[in-house]
């Protein structure tokens, strides 16, 4: 009878031992549930440090200070300013072509553009082109351009992308002085870039 008692509290103390080993392992703050919240946790941290990585990448895209975004900013207007000024030159203003002489030395044309171009090197050198491809030549020399490549006459040409006979003319002038066009009114590789 004694060993079977025995038997009796052996088992019960394995029952309270098992029981209390799940109680530990499975209840809330188990040793499971504490596993399974630690993986939370780093993959959490990891998320984090990838934010911050991005964000420091945002960071310096826009530049590390006011500064350097207020010089970027100046720059692109100086380059907006100096071609607006180009055209104008081309156009026949004797005040631009002073301001651009005194400036640069070099009378309006394909060597001036490309050193307005080389003063900024900071600038990205397409989008400096780009930028010159609109201001310089526009929609509608961009539409003489494509006409007279393809063999119109500056008449058709003129009609077709809607401006009198004496714009376009002064159109051609400016691209033929730019290097945009040559002296046979046929797109220059530079002209051919403007197109494509």
């Not at 939370?40 to 530049?63: C, I, T, Y």
Request: proline share 3%; with cysteine.
């Amino acid at each position: 009878m004694g060993v079977v008692v025995g038997v009796w509290v052996e088992a019960l103390l394995v029952v309270i031992i098992l029981l209390l080993l799940g109680i530990i392992l499975f209840s809330g703050g188990g040793i499971v549930r504490r596993r399974k919240l630690s993986g939370e946790a780093a993959s959490l941290r990891k998320e984090v440090q990838r934010l911050q990585d991005a964000n420091e990448a945002f960071r310096g895209n826009l530049g590390i200070g006011a500064e350097r975004r207020v010089k970027r900013f100046g720059d692109l207007l100086g380059l907006v300013r100096d071609l607006e000024v180009l055209r104008s030159a081309i156009a026949g203003s004797s005040s631009c072509k002073r301001v651009l002489a005194q400036k640069y030395g070099i009378a309006p044309g394909p060597e001036l553009f490309e050193r307005i171009l080389a003063t900024r090197p900071e600038m990205d050198s397409a989008a400096k082109r780009r930028l010159a491809g609109e201001l310089l030549v526009g929609e509608v020399g961009r539409g003489i351009l494509r006409n007279l490549d393809a063999g119109v006459t500056l008449e058709r040409a003129a009609s077709d992308v809607g401006v009198p006979v004496m714009v376009a003319r002064g159109q051609v002038r400016r691209l033929q002085v730019l290097g945009y066009l040559d002296a046979h009114l046929k797109p220059t590789e530079r002209g051919r870039e403007v197109l494509s």
